[in-house]
Every structure is written in C-alpha cells, then in structure tokens.
C-alpha cells in the first residue's frame, strides 16, 4: 500500500511537470513572428497636420528600402525616389534611413537628401504611423549618412498596409 502511494504521487508530480513543460513550450512556440517586410500607403503631415503628400514606403525582407512620394515631381521640389535600409528598433518599431537626390540642386548645392525615420507597426503590422526627418547634404559631400547637412523638414505619417 506504501508503494502505491508513493507511485501515485510520482505519477501526479511527472504528470505536473509535464503539464509545466507543454505550457512553456507553448508559450515560447507563440513568439511573434519576424517582420519580414510590407508596403504601406501613407498619408504626410507637417508637425501641425498640414498635408504634405502621400508616399508608398515599401520595407523589403531582405532590409532594403523603397519610398516614392507624390510631390518627388513637383510643383515645389523635385527629387528622386528614396532608397535605403530599415532595421528593427525594439517592439513593433522600424528605423530607417534613405537617401534620393534633389532637382535641381538646392541654393546652396545641396543634391543628396537623407531622410530618417521611424516607423511604429500596430501589433497586426497592419497600420504604421511616423515621423520621417529630411535633412539635405551638398552633392559633393563625403557622406550624408554622417553628421551635418541642412535640416529641411520633420514630418509625420500614418498608412495601412497595402494587401494583394
């Protein structure tokens, strides 16, 4: 009688143990996917929620980067579409960095043009929100990926994702 009990409790605790271990493989196996990219139609705003322009950002899975704008052609600036890189940040956040060219060059010879953002992913990635920073560097420069330039405008953005 002594034995069985004994047997019982070790089946009760393996059986426990078990149960612990299935939960936390669960809970491990219901991770959140890697981002592997998207484009996302995008409505721009001045920091006062003045219209900018709409854009197309599209995040490759490979982590390049394609933006096209719809004021890249004028009537106030013209420039380039922009391509870069993106990188997670932490959580559902995206930062991103892209360059295009100006035209014409800009008063002060500016010709290459950076913009930095920021992206927040809603927990679904369907929906993102922004802020994108452009700063503009002489065409000559050594690298507008480093310090210096001329900021030209900070503006924020909200889309959806674009589905087939």
């Given at each position: 009688m002594k034995h069985m009990r004994l047997w019982a409790v070790v089946g009760a605790f393996s059986l426990l143990v078990a149960l612990v271990l299935s939960t936390l493989a669960r809970s491990q196996g219901a991770a959140e996917p890697v981002f592997s990219g998207g484009s996302y139609l995008t409505?721009?705003?001045?920091?006062a929620g003045n219209f900018g322009s709409r854009s197309v950002i599209t995040l490759h899975a490979d982590h390049t980067m394609l933006a096209v704008d719809s004021g890249q052609q004028g009537?106030?600036?013209?420039?380039?579409s922009q391509?870069?890189?993106?990188?997670p940040a932490g959580g559902h956040q995206i930062v991103a960095?892209?360059?295009?060219?100006?035209?014409p060059q800009g008063p002060n010879g500016q010709g290459?043009?950076?913009?930095d953002?920021?992206?927040?992913?809603?927990?679904?990635?369907r929906h993102v929100t922004g802020t994108e920073?452009?700063?503009a560097f002489p065409l000559q420069a050594e690298n507008p990926y480093g310090e210096g330039g001329i900021l030209?405008?900070?503006?924020?953005?909200?889309?959806?994702?674009?589905?087939?």
């Open positions: 409505t721009i705003t001045d920091t009537p106030i600036f013209y420039f380039g391509l870069g890189d993106w990188k960095r892209a360059i295009n060219f100006a035209y290459v043009v950076r913009t953002y920021v992206i927040n992913l809603s927990p679904d990635r920073t452009v700063t030209v405008a900070s503006a924020i953005f909200q889309g959806d994702r674009i589905e087939p």
